[in-house]
């Protein structure tokens, strides 16, 4: 039953870090946008990053996911 849930839990963490990948990347856009005022660009910069640390943490999540599955 712990292989179905971590099994479970790798295709959740991997798709949570595929739309933090694309978040972070829209805001990175964004930031560099200069047609975009200043704040809308630092704003972008700031959620950029917080997509940076969840992409991490749900990409380490999901390896960990994947090799608790294996076992």
Do not use: F, I, P, Y
């Given at each position: 039953m712990d292989k179905i849930s971590n099994a479970a839990n790798y295709v959740s963490d991997t798709v949570k870090g595929a739309t933090s990948t694309a978040s972070k990347e829209a805001n990175k856009e964004v930031a560099k946008d200069n047609s975009a005022d200043l704040s809308t660009?630092?704003?972008?910069?700031?959620?950029?990053?917080?997509?940076?640390?969840?992409?991490?943490?749900?990409?380490?999540?999901?390896?960990?996911?994947?090799?608790?599955?294996k076992h």
């Open positions: 660009r630092a704003t972008a910069t700031k959620d950029a990053l917080g997509d940076k640390v969840d992409e991490k943490k749900h990409n380490t999540s999901a390896d960990v996911n994947k090799e608790a599955a």
